[in-house]
């Protein structure tokens, strides 16, 4: 995943900005996108940074797209919570504690640049919840971030557009995630070793939707969840205009509002 400017060249990374861009960003109430996600085993055909790559090039480019006002992407949070994918080789993983602390003091750092408008765009699923608890940790000390991942902007088209992985949402290194690999960097991806696994659950039927234990290492032969074999690149492209055009979405409606405060209704309380 290589850093890169928009075809128009317009800065829009963080690391990027002099200090008078990032000043004048801040005073025209600029949006800040910080990539979350994580370096893991994805089947054999897939890179292992499959899920920051993918919400860190959303990020690119929507802020690219935006021109009415700042849409910065911070430096991506690249490791994630992925103790369960330790089981195969590539895999990198921290402790949930310690990325709850780096994604908190992430966010509290931005916040005290003067940004009040940040959005946590994850593209992992073990990073789903814990990205979710770090924006109510810092919600309770009034700083406040969109805790946000990438797919669920998309839900109903995932299922409705799906050929074979209908229920497994964004699946892992199956028929989504490798379109979206083909649209985006088809030179890292190795079709001809790509399988199908069958996902092994421990409450099959109607009670596997809703009773789940947390995963564990191996739950799949290859560590595929999906099927990649009807994986193309016209249908990643697809999915991620659309998932670019609701970021930008979001963008714009939170430029125009104003973020909460923890006490706006006058609590009693210190």
């Known amino acids: 995943m290589m850093l890169h400017r928009p075809l128009n060249g317009r800065k829009v990374l963080w690391q990027e900005m002099l200090r008078h861009e990032l000043l004048d960003a801040v005073a025209q109430r600029g949006v800040v996108i910080v990539p979350v996600g994580s370096v893991e085993q994805h089947g054999p055909h897939c890179p292992q940074d499959v899920d920051i790559s993918i919400p860190y090039h959303l990020a690119i480019e929507t802020a690219a797209a935006i021109e009415v006002f700042p849409v910065i992407v911070a430096p991506p949070v690249t490791y994630g919570f992925t103790h369960y994918n330790m089981g195969e080789i590539g895999t990198i993983t921290l402790r949930l504690e310690t990325f709850i602390d780096v994604l908190c003091d992430v966010t509290r750092s931005i ?16 990073n789903e919840q814990p990205t979710w608890a770090t924006a109510v940790k810092l919600a309770e000390e009034d700083i406040w971030a969109v805790a946000l991942t990438y797919w669920h902007m998309a839900d109903d088209e995932l299922e409705a557009w799906a050929i074979s992985d209908q229920g497994l949402s964004i699946g892992h290194a199956g028929e989504w995630e490798t379109s979206l690999q083909l649209a985006l960097r088809p030179d890292l991806v190795d079709m001809n070793r790509a399988v199908r696994d069958e996902w092994r659950l421990t409450f099959p039927g109607e009670v596997g939707r809703y009773a789940k234990f947390p995963e564990r290492r191996r739950e799949m032969e290859h560590g595929v969840m999906g099927d990649p074999l009807v994986a193309s690149a016209e249908k990643g492209a697809r999915l991620f205009a659309l998932l670019q055009s609701r970021l930008e979405a979001l963008c714009r409606e939170y430029h125009a509002a104003e973020p909460p405060q923890y006490r706006e209704f006058g609590s009693h309380c210190p």
């Open 111 to 126: 916040w005290a640049n003067g940004f009040r408008r940040i959005i946590l765009l994850n593209g992992h699923g073990g």
